[in-house]
Nanobody, 111 residues
Framework: QVQLVESGGGLVQAGGSLRLSCAASGSIFRPNAMGWYRQAPGKQRELVAAITSFGSKNYADSVKGRFTISRDNAKNTVWLQMNSLKPEDTAVYYC?????WGQGTQVTVSS
């Protein structure tokens, strides 16, 4: 089993920044992928950003140039730096590691 603990969500004005973090513990096998999905009310869950154990990154087109994903393999931790936030970024953000999911953290961007 793998446990994921997220932090860093909150309320921010448009144009502001937030940094999400997610720490994984338990039976973690490598190589693996860690990353973030988000789900807005009435919408499907969508991939925001992902990063492999080797550092390969993938971003949704809607966040390219604004969000940066990073990880520390030794600490089994992944971060999502979110800059130039827009109201449409409002969603619950879920961290994942392989097939395991965090509980989600709310990000709200006011206009």
């Amino acid at each position: 089993q793998v446990q994921l603990v997220e932090s860093g969500g909150g309320l921010v004005q448009a144009g502001g920044s937030l940094r999400l973090s997610c720490a994984a513990s338990g039976s973690i096998f490598r190589p693996n992928a860690m990353g973030w999905y988000r789900q807005a009310p009435g919408k499907q869950r969508e991939l925001v950003a992902a990063i492999t154990s080797f550092g390969s990154k993938n971003y949704a087109d809607s966040v390219k140039g604004r969000f940066t994903i990073s990880r520390d393999n030794a600490k089994n931790t992944v971060w999502l730096q979110m800059n130039s936030l827009k109201p449409e970024d409002t969603a619950v953000y879920y961290c994942y590691c392989s097939n395991y999911w965090g509980q989600g953290t709310q990000v709200t961007v006011s206009s």
